[in-house]
């Protein structure tokens, strides 16, 4: 069965730098999603993105957070300048129109 | 959007049948109900979804009543791997619009030998 898949597993970055998340929806997917989880909180939406450009984004996703699809395969969630707060489970998503949505098992973000 | 509400734990031995019922007495006529499942440091899997009656697939069955108000997912025999939290979702599904999921605080499920 397709999966969506998420690298690295577990990454650490120092406060201020930037990161990237990296995520391979699943191929004839049209919409994509990032979500965070928080230790032992919610699953919170962070940004739908479909058509190459964003559809929702929520309250957390601010300027510091930036998505891309730079090619047909590959789905990026960008977070310019780290803070304590981002550290988190980050996941992605996707689906095919009229179809429930798909996760991968997520990134493990760790700001020193 | 539809507020859910459902039990924040439940306990059982396995091999029985576990019934966890989700409350969502704001849905709209065009919502679906979906069920996921979460482990511990994994994405949440999508387990089953209905809008009316009853749909069963090869893991579980979903039972929603007529006035659609709330809805419950049954899964037969657990077993110790079935230990994780399980969320109820309500929302629009046939529109091609975002369709972002809004997760609750879920039931987390412990199976005991």
């Known amino acids: 069965e397709p999966e969506v898949t998420q690298t690295p597993s577990h990454q650490v970055t120092q406060m201020g730098q930037e990161v990237i998340l990296r995520c391979v929806p699943i191929?004839?997917?049209?919409?994509f999603y990032w979500y965070r989880q928080i230790l032992g909180q919610k699953v919170e939406f962070l940004v739908s993105?479909?058509?190459?450009?964003?559809?929702?984004k929520s309250e957390i996703f601010d300027d510091q957070f930036s998505v891309e699809r730079p090619d047909g395969s590959n789905f990026t969630l960008k977070i310019r300048s780290t803070k304590l707060e981002d550290s988190a489970m980050y996941f992605c998503?996707?689906?095919?129109?009229?179809?429930?949505?798909?996760f991968g098992d997520g990134t493990r973000l760790s700001i020193l | 959007l539809a507020k859910t509400t459902q039990p924040i734990s439940m306990d059982s031995y396995e091999g029985q049948e576990v019934n966890i019922t989700c409350s969502h007495n704001?849905?709209?006529?065009?919502?679906?109900i979906t069920w996921y499942q979460q482990f511990p440091s994994q994405g949440p899997r999508f387990i089953i979804q209905?809008?009316?009656t009853k749909v069963t697939n090869e893991v579980a069955s979903l039972f929603i009543p007529a006035d659609r108000k709330s809805s419950t997912l049954s899964l037969p025999r657990v077993s110790l791997s079935d230990t994780a939290v399980y969320y109820c979702?309500?929302?629009?599904?046939?529109?091609?619009?975002?369709?972002?999921?809004?997760f609750g605080t879920g039931t987390r499920l412990t199976v005991i030998p």
């Open positions: 998503a996707s689906r095919h129109t009229n179809q429930p949505q798909h």
């Open positions: 191929s004839n997917h049209l919409y």
């Open positions: 993105f479909y058509n190459n450009e964003i559809s929702e």
């Open positions: 704001n849905i709209a006529t065009n919502d679906y």
């Open positions: 209905g809008y009316k």
């Open positions: 979702l309500v929302g629009g599904w046939g529109q091609t619009g975002a369709n972002n999921l809004f």
